[in-house]
């Protein structure tokens, strides 16, 4: 009788075990969220839909982590009044040599982020801005990497802010869930 409630005993002991490692198996572990993007440098390139030679590069760079000031000498944008631009947004790493460019890890993960753009100053209802790339979350929701930019026909000068907002698990179309990867500004015209 011992030999056989030990028997049974042994029985319902490896069967447990058994029993908690299927279990075990059967939970998903999520894969790691990545971190927020290390960028120095972000660069906007417009081009004129009705005229390829009006290409126009605008760069903001902070080398030194925020301890100075920005620099701003070549984030202006002078775009024509009356026109639609076709605009790309651009990410480096300039403490590597040479520069990395970040910006196909951030297409890659078009899922986790989009690129905002806010308009102060006289811009404001001047300027039509189109996000044209998207992820593939169901439904798809715009990055914000590639964009229309239309003008209408008044002539005036602003600010554009760009953000790029760091969403895993969280990107809905809004700005608010996630944090911020990058926060720059450009001075934008529209000329004749």
């Known amino acids: 009788m011992?030999?056989?409630?030990?028997?049974?005993?042994?029985t319902a002991f490896i069967g447990t075990l058994m029993f908690s490692a299927c279990k075990k198996e059967e939970q998903a572990?999520?894969?790691p969220?990545?971190?927020n993007e290390f960028m120095t440098t972000v660069k906007v390139?417009?081009?004129?839909?009705?005229?390829?030679?009006?290409?126009i590069w605008a760069a903001w760079k902070d080398l030194s982590g925020g301890v100075n000031p920005p620099d701003t000498s070549l984030a202006?944008?002078?775009?024509?009044?009356?026109?639609?631009?076709?605009?790309?947004?651009?990410?480096?790493?300039?403490?590597?040599?040479?520069?990395?460019?970040?910006?196909p890890e951030i297409q890659a993960r078009g899922n986790?982020?989009?690129?905002?753009?806010f308009q102060t100053g006289g811009i404001i209802n001047h300027l039509t801005i189109t996000a044209t790339d998207h992820d593939t979350n169901i439904p798809p929701i715009f990055i914000g990497?590639?964009?229309?930019?239309?003008?209408?026909?008044?002539v005036c000068s602003g600010r554009l802010e760009g953000v790029?907002?760091?969403q895993p698990n969280s990107k809905n179309g809004t700005f608010a869930p996630g944090s911020t990867d990058s926060d720059v500004f450009f001075r934008l015209n529209i000329t004749n």
């Open 2 to 10: 011992k030999e056989i409630t030990k028997g049974l005993l042994f």
């Open 29 to 31: 572990v999520a894969p």
């Open 33 to 35: 969220v990545p971190g």
């Open 45 to 55: 390139r417009l081009q004129n839909t009705a005229n390829a030679n009006d290409t």
């Open 76 to 103: 202006v944008i002078n775009i024509k009044k009356s026109s639609t631009y076709n605009a790309t947004v651009h990410f480096y790493d300039d403490t590597k040599t040479p520069a990395l460019d970040i910006t």
């Open 112 to 117: 986790f982020h989009t690129y905002w753009f």
């Open 145 to 154: 990497l590639a964009d229309t930019f239309v003008t209408d026909a008044t």
């Open 164 to 166: 790029l907002r760091h």
